[in-house]
Each structure stands twice: as C-alpha cells, then as structure tokens.
C-alpha cells in the first residue's frame, strides 16, 4: 500500500521572520519517486518535514493517503532519512533498526532485520556500534532502519549527503533498488541533478528562497537505470532540462533579491 | 635513536608519586619542627592515632558513611525526577529550576538545628542535609545532558509519532547517562559533607560529632586524623563512581561544571518567573508546615518571620542584629571568594601556559575538589587561628577548587581549528592565551563563580558557627541555643534570599562581559 501525499496552499514562514517556503500547491503520486531539486537553502528540508509533522505549516494543508500527517503519525506510516544518520551511538546496526521498530510499535523480527542487514550491504556488521562504521555505511545503516518498518511514505532528505563523492555513488547504486522494489510513495530531497534524474519518476524544482516550484519535469527513463543510461543523450536531455529550471528560478529571485 | 634506558625510564616512571611522597615527607618534617605549636600532626602520628582509635573511628566512619549513603540516594532520586519533570513537561522549567536554586541556597549550618527540631533525635537531620547537598549539583548536569542532543535524534522519535515520554525513555536517558554520572561523581563527596555538617550541628554519633569534639579539646591528632579519613573517603568516593561508570561506559564522563548562562530571557519575563518561584517557595514552605502539623514554637511560616522582621516590637532590632552580623559575614566572604576565584583563574592560565605541569594537574585538581573543604575547617582554625585570615583563607579554599578545575577545563576547551590559526601565524603563547584561551575559559569560569556563591556562604557560615564567633554562622547558632526560632528562621531566609540574589547578579554579569568579550560563547 502507498498513499499520495497533497499538498495545498502549502507556506512556512518561521518566527523570526524568515518565508522558507512560499504557499505551495503539489501532488505526489502514490508509488512515485519524486525528486525535490533546488539550490540549498531554499527551503527543500522545510518542506519534507511540514510533510514529515515534524514542522507546523503557517498555512495550507497537507494530507497522506487523503487522511491529515497525524493520522499517518499515529499509525507510524512514514519513515524518514536525514542527511545526517542520526544512529544512536550506543546501540549496534540492528540495536538501532530495533528502535525503529519499537517506536513504530512493530514487531521485531530477527529474520527480517538479518535480510534487511544484507540487503543495504551491512553483513557482518550487524552488532557493531556506529562510531566505528564509514560514513557511508552509517548511510546504509540508516537507510535500513528507515525502511524497516514498512512504511507506505518514505522521505529521503539528501540521505547520501554526507559521503564523499565516491561513496556517494555507490550508495546511489546500492540502495534505491531496495526502496524502490517496496512501492512506497517516496520523496527525494536532493541538490544533485544527476542524482534526481537517475532515481526519480518526476522532477520538481524549485527556487531560491522561498520556495516555489519552477518546473515539475517527467522522467520518463526505463527502469531500472543504470550509470551506462547516464550517458545517453534522453538522460542528458532531462539534466539539462533540470539545470535550466534551476537557472530560470535563480534568475527570477535574483533581481528580485536586489530591489 | 631515541630508546630509553631503564635508567632514565624510572624517574618518568616515579614521576607521577615523587610529588606526593615529597609533600608527605616535608609534612612529616615540617610537623615534627612545629610539635610545640600545636597546629600541625604529622603523618606518622595520624597513623598511630588512627591505629590506637581504630573501633571508634570506624564506628563513626560507618553512621556518617550510612547517613551520606542514605543522602545521596535520597538527593539523587529527587533530582532525576526533577531533571525529568523538567524535560518531560518544558513549561516546568523555569520553576523547577528557580525553587532548585533556592533550595540549593538555603545556609546547610541553619538548616540542621531545623531540621532536628522538626525530625527529632536520630539520623533523618543528617540525612536530609546531605541529600540536599547533592541534589543540585546532579540536577544541573543532568538537565544539560537530557537536552545536548542533536535534533535529528528528537525528530527521529517524532516521525514514528511518539511523544516526549518515548524520547526520554529511548533516547534522552541514554544520552544523559554520562552527565549524570559526572553529577553522581561530585555528589558522593558532597554527601559525605552534608552528612558532616548535619553532624556538627547536633547529632549523637559520627564523624562530624568527633571533629566537634576534637576541636572542644585541641586535640591536633585526632582534629588532622578525622580530616585525613574524611579527605580520603571523600576521594575514594569520587574515584569508585567513576570507575563503576567506566565498567559500563564507553566514554569518558564529561566535566560539567555548571548551568550554562540562561538564554537572554525579557525582563518583564524574567521578573514574572522569579515572582512565580518565590510564590511557589512560600506556599511550599507554608504548605509544609501546615502538612507536617508541627507545633508553631519552632516551626516558623513565612507570616512569622515577617512578623519578626516588620511587625514585631523588637523588629527593629531583629533587623539589625541581622544587618549587622550579615556586615560582619560579608567582610570574610568578599574578600575569599574573589580570592579564590582569582586564585582558581589565574593557577589554571599558569597550568595551560606550562603544559608539562597540566598533565597531571587536572586529575589532581579533580581529586583535591572533591575534598570536604569544610572538613577541614577545624585544621584551618587550628593553623590560622579564630581571626580574619582563617576564615577568609577557608572561603578561598572552598572557592578555589571548583574554579580552578572548571577554568582548566575551559582553556582546554579552546577550538583547535583556531589554535592552529594561531599557531599558523607564529602567535607567542601568551597572545594565544589572551586572544583564544582566555574567551573560552569565560563560561566555565563564571559557572563556577556562580555555582560558588552558595558553597562560599556554607564555607563561612561553617566557620562562624564553629569557631570565630562572627557574623551570620554564629547568629544562627546562638539562637539555635537559645530556641529564638524567629531569629534562626529569619536568618536562613535571609541568606537563602541573599545568596540566590549573588547567583542571579554573578549570572547578570556573566551575560554582560560574555556579550563584550566572547559574544561566539553566548550562542
Ligand atoms: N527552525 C528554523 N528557524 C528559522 N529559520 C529556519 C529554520 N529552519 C530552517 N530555516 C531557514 O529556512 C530556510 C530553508 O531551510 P531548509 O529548508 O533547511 O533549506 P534546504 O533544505 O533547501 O537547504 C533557510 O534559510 C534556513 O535558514
Ligand atoms: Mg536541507
């Protein structure tokens, strides 16, 4: 089961004044990978966690699967994956899916942690503590972890962000193959194009601060995709396509900006 | 090639106890010059005074070890409830921290023939002190550690829609493990002070009972044996605690010293809570007593003192008895406790400008800190006399310790993204100090100036009450012997008021030279 997330009139102003993100109306598709792009800054993770009921909208509304973000709450229906992996340090790999799954209320079964484990590539890591993994295995850690407990609604916020550039690839490589093959409606926060137009079914971009949304761009690549379709000239098409947008919107705020 | 001989391996090697064995034998030495004065026993005699009186010290050692135990757990409970209170409910805050405060001002010396009245004969005015003495001091760490997490941690429980009850049970609890047991490691000395100090004012048995009679009788051994079992107990404490932690611990305890500097709350915000606190104080205090029923002889409301200090015939008086005595206590405690602060800053600039002497000089200093300062009072008295110096220098002691520690820490704290800068340019340590240590240094020092303010109010109260006769310490024990619980009432809130009213001003003056000198620290 997915859910389509509707978003209207959508704004966030925070209290010190500063306008994150401008009233905003946007649908993600039930099942779709949906890649927000924008320059940084912007308001792209003020967005994911309005959706996420981790940040109160000023105004506009916001339902999952046509029920309110508290009702998905409840029911422990979403996962999210920060940029930064937020293991608990004193908790193993698996001690840490764990709690995911306590706090989901979800029943904790070996087996199914074991094959998640396996999956994101962690084997033979299971009971070790997070201080001693690589960046980009705490990535995969956390990424297990979100998608532990089954949830109708991912939101991925630049969750290979914090990885060198190498690892960066690999996890985007390794990992999408899993969420994806789970049908969950998924949202994407990234600042790499070529990232966005590699792993999503739809590309929004968005502006400068506040956010608004320049373009909302199709990608209609054949799955699954791999680093030899990033060169093809449809693949280089839609990145310049993305690029353009994103100029397009700096350019609207810029002169703007200078008034 | 640089391989150590074993000849020039043993003096690093010894280095770490030659300091001790030294300052052992100059005191061995020193006594034995000084054997008519009658200030100083040696170690040697401690040693045969503690061999000759093994049943009776260790009978004291255990009632006063069972009372501070019995504090400690007392005092530690109620202040992770608290710390919890606060965290789980947020508007809580404010006040739990305002009526901690207070509580953590009230004069310990006072407190004791108050609490003897209200619990009777046997160990309960032992235990209370002490667990008043520790609470604080586990609370402060504490509340820091439940919230110095990273957000994402937070958000984490929020989005599988679980409350704040969830976050502390399955993230805050963990997170703060470290803070408390930095807490738990100071508490375990302070425990066995407050029990020491609930015995000097009136119990049947235990340490502070015979350090009372020591001094009654000037007897040197027995007054520097009980401060040596003290000192020693005080530091095996701290160092089990630690140690118990580190079984189960993957990480060093950090050292938190202090409350950081309030957020720059309104003024008009400000004096609100501090009107709610000392509401919530007097109801409690009045509510107290009407719980307890006691009788109205000893048992002074909140009305009853200001009765005897507005109201009554001899409120005039009263007044400046009181005025007075607290002239008097103010002439010792300045003069310490700015000494001793600036002993405590100026040692730790010293330490860090000769790193070859800081290695060892933090564990030391921690060490020395959690020493029963004022089971030492009688020794101070003993070498200095019932006059100025004594007292003053005490203060300083009391003072210096904490400051020294926390100052040490925070010049240690330095980034060292900006010290490589620095190095970067040449800079000369001294520009080093000035120019980055010395900004880092501020919040720990005013921490510890703040958190001194009502330990330098014990120290001298401790003093006076025991020994000099002065000031405030010794109006409170008169008219604890004389019964004139107005007075005795009267006085403890006087220096509660007082001492938390030193707190705030020290915390507005941390705000004002942090805002001029160190703005990145006020974050
Ligand atoms: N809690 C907050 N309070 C005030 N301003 C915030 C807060 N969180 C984010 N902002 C501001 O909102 C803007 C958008 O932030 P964010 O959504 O994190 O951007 P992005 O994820 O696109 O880089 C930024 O200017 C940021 O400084
Ligand atoms: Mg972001």
Known sequence: ?259 | MTIATPAQRWPVRAGPYLGPILALVIWELGARALSDAFVLAAPSAILIYLSDNAALMARALGVTLGNAAAGFVIGNLAAIALATLAVVWPRSDAMVRGLALLVFCLPLVATGPILRVVFGPGPWPQIVLAALAVYYTTLIPLLVGLRALPTGWLDLVRSYGRGRMAALIHVRAMAALPYLVAGLQIAAPAAFLGAMVGEFTGAERGMGVLTIRAMRGMNVEMTWALASVATAVAVLGYLAIGWIARLFMADEPPVILAAPAEGGRKGSRAFLTVLAVAAAMIAIWWGGLRLLNLSPFFAKGPWDVFEALFLAPDAAATRSTLANAMRETGVFLLPGYVAGLAAGAVLAMLVVLFPAISGTAMPVAIALRSVPIITTAPLVVLILGRGALGTVVLVAIMVFFPTFVACLHGLRQAPGRVMDVMRSYAASPWQVLLRVRIPAMLPAFFAAARMNVPASVLAVTVVEWLATGNGIGSVMALSASLSDYDMLWSSVALVCVLSAMGYACVGLLERRVLAAYAPEQLA
């Open chain 1, 1 to 259: 089961m997915s859910a389509a997330v509707i978003c209207t009139d959508l704004s966030k102003t925070f209290k010190g004044g500063v306008e994150a993100v401008a009233p905003t109306s946007l649908t993600f598709a039930a099942g779709q990978t949906t890649a927000l792009v924008g320059p940084s800054g912007c308001g792209k993770s003020t967005l994911l966690r309005m959706i996420a009921g981790l940040e109160q909208p000023s105004a506009g509304q916001i339902t999952i699967g046509g029920q309110p973000p508290e009702e998905t709450l409840r029911k422990a229906n979403l996962s999210v994956a920060f940029q930064d992996p937020s293991l608990l340090p004193w908790r193993s790999v698996r001690k840490n899916i764990e709690l995911a799954l306590d706090l989901a209320r979800r029943p904790k079964k070996d087996d199914d942690i074991d094959q998640l484990i396996r999956l994101v590539g962690l084997d033979g890591f299971a009971e070790t503590r997070p201080a001693e993994l690589s960046g980009g295995m705490r990535q995969r850690a956390a990424i297990a972890r979100a998608l532990s407990t089954k949830p109708d609604l991912l939101l991925l916020d630049e969750p290979f962000g914090a990885v060198d550039e190498l690892t960066r690839q690999q996890l985007a490589n390794d990992l999408p193959g899993i969420w994806e093959a789970r049908g969950a409606t998924t949202i994407l926060v990234t600042h790499s194009v070529s990232e966005a137009v590699m792993l999503s079914d739809r590309i929004i971009v968005l502006s400068p601060r506040p956010a608004r949304i320049v373009e909302d761009i199709a990608v209609d690549l054949p799955r699954p995709r791999s680093s030899d379709q990033a060169r093809r000239p449809e693949f280089g098409a839609i990145v310049d396509q993305v690029f353009a947008a994103l100029a397009h919107g700096m350019a609207e705020t810029l002169p703007k900006a200078a008034q």
